[in-house]
């Protein structure tokens, strides 16, 4: 084999080396950019889990917090109408990924309690008075706050009679701590009697006449 052979072959090898050099530095080259940007995506990863634990932690607190403050308030206000030491919980849980709320009512006996669901407790109308004590409760601790009248229809419909005096200075108590106007349509003598003003409404032919209600006080004023 001719010498000038041999270079040529040995100069179109170094030319292929030089060129699988340059395309295996461009690989290396590539390989760093996307490790980069591999590292970078983990980065972000973690950090964003990070985040949704954070929130997590967050929505648990104020989940546990207004779990804890509307068993407070349903809790007063069940000690304040029927003037006893039930106590209402709220039990949280999951399903399905949502968060489940279950309402109960706790009863004390002296050697034994019963905890029982509002709806299915007896007697005093009890589930009268966790529904009014709720809707106050999710009012008052909506944020941002909700303003305007509280509207009740036919409050405590099913309470004992011997417990609607006391639901009736409830309510007078939660609008005067709150500041908040209750309106409320009612066919109880006394939820009539304790409202600042009041309005009877009947109906005759098919027409509604609205007329002020003048209960004893304002008619000893006369």
Partial sequence: MRIQELEDRLQIFSKTVDQEEARRDLILENLKKQHAALEAVESKEKLL????????????????QAKHQIEDIVTQSIAYIMQNSSKFTVDLSEKRGLPIAEFFVESDYGDYSVKTKPEQSRGGG????????????????????????????????????DYIFNMGEFLKECSRLFHRQIIMVTHDDYLTNICDKSFRVEIRNGESTVSPVINDEDESLR
């Fill in 49 to 64: 889990n990070g985040v949704v634990i954070l929130l997590q932690k967050a929505a648990d607190y104020s989940r546990n």
């Fill in 126 to 161: 009890v589930v009268d008075i966790v529904s009014l004590a709720l809707r106050i409760a999710f009012l008052e601790n909506h944020r941002p706050k909700i303003e305007g009248p509280l509207f009740l229809d036919e409050p405590g419909k099913h309470i004992s009679n």
